[in-house]
């Protein structure tokens, strides 16, 4: 049985902390294939400057590059937004009909998934929830558990090392003038520096 992972993000710009934890999400949770999605219209990121779809494509494209375990999905850039990951689980499970579906979430989401949009959709599709869980992060599983009955039997944890790369720090970094080289790719390095991106 086919076992994909759904790894969403802005990716502005996709960064080693990206790389780290799909790595270990793929590995850990066992799956045949990890979709990265980047989001066109996040709508929890409504009214927020975000880099054009096209150029993150690219710098996408770029960071997973070379790896056969890691595809790039662009199903929530072929529909209308603002995109939910409600409607993204379930396109993906009637695209692949038996598969198993986890959906990726980090460990600071999981308190707030219950205030998701369509939430029961997410749990009743997936197979499991993979919570890329950091060093001494703890959740309250009984509460979550009375707000969207059925999703503790749905997560599987993910242990990921403590990893403070921030997108919105090395646009910042890219826009002062700050070295960034080594949070990021070479190949998406030399993207940003050759197109001037962020600046």
Not at 64 to 82: H, W
Not at 99 to 113: H, P, Q, R, V
Not at 127 to 137: A, D, W
Not at 148 to 165: H, N, R, S, W, Y
Request: proline share 8%; aromatic share 8%; glycine share 8%.
């Amino acid at each position: 049985m086919m076992r994909i992972g759904i790894f969403g993000g802005t990716f502005d710009p996709p960064h080693l902390g990206h790389l780290i934890l799909a790595m270990e999400a793929h590995y850990q949770l066992g799956l045949d294939r990890l979709l990265w999605v980047p989001t066109q219209s996040p709508p929890h990121k409504q009214g927020q400057e975000i880099t054009s779809i096209d150029v993150r494509l690219q710098l996408v494209r770029a960071a997973i590059q070379g790896n056969p375990d890691f595809e790039l999905s662009c199903m929530e850039i072929d529909r209308p937004g603002p995109q939910y990951a409600a409607d993204t689980v379930r396109l993906l499970a009637e695209e692949n009909p038996g598969a198993e579906i986890c959906y990726l979430i980090g460990g600071d989401s999981l308190n707030d998934f219950p205030d998701w949009y369509d939430p029961a959709t997410i749990v009743a599709t997936c197979s499991c929830l993979g919570v890329m869980r950091r060093p001494g992060q703890v959740h309250d599983l009984k509460k979550l558990e009375d707000r969207l009955p059925g999703i503790t039997a749905k997560l599987q944890f993910v242990e990921t090392p403590m990893l403070e790369i921030a997108s919105s720090t090395i646009r910042d970094h890219i826009h002062s003038g700050i070295p960034y080289r080594y949070y990021v790719p070479e190949s998406v390095f030399r993207i940003i520096e050759n197109n001037r991106y962020y600046q």
